[in-house]
Structure formats: structure tokens, C-alpha cells
């Protein structure tokens, strides 16, 4: 019986490792789209349809932080305006990722509030 658990064990740490290599890949990937070129409106348009996928969103600005590729575009006022509207998404959405991974584990008792 322990022998199936350790091999669950290490299949389950396989995944993981797995999973953590092709996130990392997606990362290293999208920013090389939009940091490669000149930061423009095309990067701000892209960075604005890939709010919809917050968790990938919320895991992307910790490793390369939206704020320093937006702090690049100051070609125009058009530009500005939907530079702070990314950053103000970007916001919410790590606030609502946080509270959601917070809760996560709350509910599995991994999360011990000392006061």
C-alpha cells in the first residue's frame, strides 16, 4: 500500500513540475512578444485582451511586472489613458486572485490567522 502512495507522490510531483515548466514557458513566451519590439498600441491592445484570462494575468505581473512595460509607453495621450486602465485591471485583478487563493486555503485549513 505505501508503495502506491509513493508512486502517487511522485507522479503527482511530476505534474506539478510539469505544469510549473509549461507556465514558466507561456511567461518567457508572452513577454518575448511584447517586450521584444518598441512597447506601442498594438502591445497595450495585446496586454488588454489577455485580462480576460486573470489567473494567467495574475501569475505574469509576478514574474515580469506589467508596470515596468507600461511605464515604457508615453508616446501619446491615447496611449496614457489605456496605460491606466491596465494598470488599474491589472489591480483588481491581483486583489481578486489573492482573496480567491486566500480563500482556497482557508477552505483546505492551510491558512491560520495568528492574532
Not at 519590439?37 to 502591445?43: G, P, R
Not at 497595450?44 to 505574469?60: D, V
Not at 509576478?62 to 485591471?89: C, K, Q
Request: aromatic share 8%; net charge neutral; with cysteine.
Amino acid at each position: 500500500m505505501s508503495c502506491r502512495v509513493a508512486w502517487r507522490s511522485l507522479l503527482m510531483r511530476s505534474i506539478l513540475e510539469l505544469q510549473n515548466e509549461l507556465r514558466s514557458s507561456a511567461f518567457g513566451l508572452f513577454h518575448s512578444l511584447i517586450a521584444g519590439d518598441k512597447v506601442n498600441e498594438n502591445t497595450l491592445i495585446l496586454l488588454q485582451e489577455i485580462l480576460a484570462y486573470e489567473s494567467f494575468i495574475f501569475y505574469y505581473n509576478m514574474v515580469y511586472p506589467i508596470s515596468v512595460t507600461l511605464a515604457r509607453v508615453t508616446s501619446n495621450e491615447s496611449a496614457e489613458d489605456l496605460r491606466i486602465f491596465l494598470n488599474d485591471a491589472v489591480t483588481q485583478i491581483a486583489m481578486k486572485r489573492t482573496e480567491a487563493i486566500v480563500d482556497s486555503l482557508r477552505s483546505r485549513g492551510l491558512l491560520v490567522v495568528i492574532c
